[in-house]
């Protein structure tokens, strides 16, 4: 509640869940009427659960098998991610500079070390990108 409370998400939204699970947070951003809401998973069984689940829910999240640290996110405007801390440091220094002015990151428990977060509530950050 607190991630969708905080990520503000709104019609012209490209959403990404980098490590999406079961892909139920990403639905319930796509619910929300963003543009484009996409899941990335690379564990194979959790991203069939997450591909059944989108099935039978009739979500318009995408759900999409792979490495998101090969994707380019230069036109995602939010990013969801719960990474643990050694994921997070790679995130702040591979992913995060290359994000737009204005992207935001709502990141689960982990911060980033050298970049300050907007919003601090409940073990969720906000960061968005000067």
Same mark, same amino acid.
């Given at each position: 509640?607190?991630?969708? $409370?905080? /990520?503000? =998400?709104?019609?012209? %939204? #490209?959403?990404?869940?980098?490590?999406?699970?079961?892909?139920? !947070?990403?639905?319930?951003?796509?619910?929300?009427?963003?543009?484009?809401?996409?899941?990335?998973?690379?564990?194979?069984?959790?991203?069939?659960?997450?591909?059944?689940?989108?099935?039978?829910?009739?979500?318009?999240?995408?759900? $999409?098998? /792979?490495? =998101?640290?090969?994707? %380019? #996110?230069?036109?995602?405007?939010?990013?969801?991610?719960?990474? !643990?801390?050694?994921?997070?440091?790679?995130?702040?220094?591979?992913?995060?500079?290359?994000?737009?002015?204005?992207?935001?990151?709502?990141?689960?428990?982990?911060?980033?070390?050298?970049?300050?977060?907007?919003?601090?509530?409940?073990?969720?950050?906000?960061?968005?990108?000067?």
């Amino acid at each position: 509640e607190i991630i969708l $409370k905080l /990520g503000g =998400f709104g019609r012209g %939204d #490209f959403v990404c869940d980098l490590g999406c699970g079961d892909g139920s !947070l990403i639905a319930m951003i796509a619910d929300r009427g963003v543009k484009k809401a996409v899941g990335y998973e690379f564990s194979i069984p959790t991203y069939l659960l997450a591909k059944v689940r989108k099935i039978l829910s009739g979500s318009k999240a995408e759900i $999409k098998f /792979g490495n =998101f640290w090969k994707q %380019d #996110f230069s036109e995602v405007d939010v990013l969801v991610c719960f990474l !643990l801390d050694h994921s997070m440091r790679s995130f702040e220094k591979n992913i995060w500079p290359k994000l737009h002015r204005g992207a935001r990151v709502i990141s689960n428990n982990f911060k980033m070390n050298f970049v300050e977060p907007e919003i601090y509530e409940n073990g969720i950050y906000l960061y968005r990108k000067k």
